[in-house]
């Protein structure tokens, strides 16, 4: 078990823990000798590290993207911390958790696949119901879905992030048939919501950084979605085809627009919902993990963000506003918010 993390790393310490090798480079010491650059990272942050004695050998027992046993100590960077490594080797595939390395999800992956599936258990038509449980009971996908991120930098980019959105689209898509309550296939709605990033698990790979899969840069997890669910549909006898073409056509177009990567625009009140629905959950996450990474900086305002092409204001309710300071106004119309 890792017990040694980026984050409680200080000054003056003796480091000894497993990390992962983000970033390996040679250089040249002023003095003419070769010297390793590395950036190293675990689940709570990254680190800057140097091998400075013996290079050449040591940077023979590992490579980029390797989990790593090392032994040095930590000085001050730059204003920051940068460990001398010592010793360092490669750990074997298996004897670690990649959960220990990379950026998780506060939620515990098996809660979270219990919620899915009471939301499965609670679908009424037939048909839907059993293709989702036969691609949940399937062991290989049901691992990859609660560990896949939803995206590789942007949205929910952590393991355990695509789990995590799908939850949250379902939810909304509850509150939305709640709220508009006729005209909505709410089961319909929701089986797209649950599949309509499930291509994800083969876009991305994420065993030991994020990055894209060769079929995933080729093909996209649109593609590969539809035909995980095309296949397991074939599967099912009898399963009605008016639904397998519904529901594929949220698969498709759950983008919203051709330009944003939907071979197809939203046609079905169920396929707009959800295109809104994956944007709004996109976005909302996006922003909320803005100002958590950036809460620190002495600023109201994150740094200029390109997605969104402004800067986001992070301060929430000015503190000195009083949310109950409020008073009657002078013909008894009700509360007056006072400014």
Same mark, same amino acid.
């Given at each position: 078990?890792?017990?040694?993390?980026?984050?409680?790393?200080?000054?003056?310490?003796?480091?000894?823990?497993?990390? #992962?090798?983000?970033?390996?480079?040679?250089?040249?010491?002023?003095?003419?000798?070769?010297?390793?650059?590395?950036?190293?990272?675990?689940?709570?942050?990254?680190?800057?590290?140097?091998?400075?004695?013996?290079?050449?050998?040591?940077?023979?027992?590992?490579? $980029?993207?390797?989990?790593?046993?090392? $032994?040095?100590?930590?000085?001050?960077?730059?204003?920051?911390?940068?460990?001398?490594?010592?010793?360092?080797?490669?750990?074997?595939?298996?004897?670690?958790?990649?959960?220990?390395?990379?950026?998780?999800?506060?939620?515990?992956?098996?809660?979270?696949?219990?919620?899915?599936?009471?939301?499965?258990?609670?679908?009424?038509?037939? !048909?839907?119901?059993?293709?989702?449980?036969?691609?949940?009971?399937?062991?290989?996908?049901?691992?990859?879905?609660?560990? /896949?991120? *939803?995206?590789?930098?942007?949205?929910?980019?952590?393991?355990?992030?695509?789990?995590?959105?799908?939850? !949250?689209?379902?939810?909304? *898509?509850?509150?939305?048939?709640?709220?508009?309550?006729?005209?909505?296939? $709410?089961?319909?709605? #929701? /089986?797209?919501?649950?599949?309509?990033?499930?291509?994800?698990?083969?876009?991305?790979?994420?065993?030991?950084?994020?990055?894209?899969?060769?079929?995933?840069?080729?093909?996209?997890?649109?593609?590969?979605?539809?035909?995980?669910?095309?296949?397991?549909?074939?599967?099912?006898?009898?399963?009605?085809? $008016?639904?397998?073409?519904?529901?594929?056509?949220?698969?498709? !177009?759950?983008?919203?627009? #051709?330009?944003?990567?939907?071979?197809?625009?939203?046609?079905?009140?169920? /396929?707009?919902?959800?295109?809104?629905?994956?944007?709004?959950? /996109?976005?909302?996450?996006?922003?909320? *993990?803005?100002?958590?990474?950036?809460?620190?900086?002495?600023?109201?305002?994150?740094?200029?963000?390109?997605?969104?092409?402004?800067?986001?204001?992070?301060?929430?309710?000015?503190?000195?506003?009083?949310?109950?300071?409020?008073?009657?106004?002078?013909?008894?119309?009700?509360?007056?918010?006072?400014?």
């Amino acid at each position: 078990m890792k017990k040694t993390f980026i984050k409680d790393i200080r000054e003056k310490d003796q480091v000894t823990g497993s990390f #992962l090798v983000t970033r390996k480079e040679s250089g040249i010491s002023k003095s003419g000798k070769p010297y390793l650059n590395i950036k190293l990272m675990d689940s709570t942050g990254e680190l800057e590290a140097r091998v400075w004695e013996d290079a050449e050998e040591l940077g023979k027992r590992f490579q $980029k993207n390797d989990v790593v046993s090392i $032994k040095g100590f930590a000085v001050a960077y730059q204003g920051g911390i940068q460990v001398n490594v010592t010793s360092i080797n490669a750990v074997a595939d298996g004897e670690y958790d990649i959960r220990d390395f990379l950026p998780s999800s506060r939620k515990d992956p098996k809660v979270m696949l219990e919620e899915l599936d009471n939301i499965i258990s609670g679908i009424k038509d037939t !048909s839907l119901k059993g293709l989702l449980s036969s691609i949940f009971k399937d062991q290989g996908i049901r691992g990859l879905f609660s560990l /896949a991120p *939803a995206a590789k930098s942007m949205h929910h980019p952590y393991l355990g992030g695509l789990l995590e959105h799908t939850l !949250s689209i379902c939810g909304l *898509a509850e509150k939305i048939t709640g709220h508009y309550k006729k005209g909505i296939n $709410k089961d319909l709605l #929701l /089986a797209g919501a649950i599949l309509h990033d499930i291509g994800k698990i083969h876009e991305l790979s994420y065993s030991r950084s994020f990055d894209y899969t060769d079929e995933g840069r080729l093909l996209g997890h649109i593609t590969m979605g539809i035909e995980l669910v095309d296949n397991k549909i074939r599967d099912l006898p009898g399963f009605p085809e $008016k639904t397998a073409v519904l529901l594929k056509h949220m698969l498709l !177009s759950h983008h919203g627009q #051709l330009e944003f990567g939907s071979p197809k625009r939203p046609k079905t009140i169920e /396929a707009i919902i959800l295109s809104y629905l994956d944007d709004l959950d /996109a976005k909302v996450s996006t922003v909320q *993990a803005l100002a958590e990474n950036e809460r620190e900086k002495d600023s109201s305002w994150t740094s200029y963000q390109k997605l969104f092409e402004r800067y986001i204001y992070k301060g929430g309710v000015p503190s000195e506003t009083k949310t109950d300071n409020r008073e009657e106004d002078k013909n008894g119309q009700g509360p007056l918010t006072l400014f």
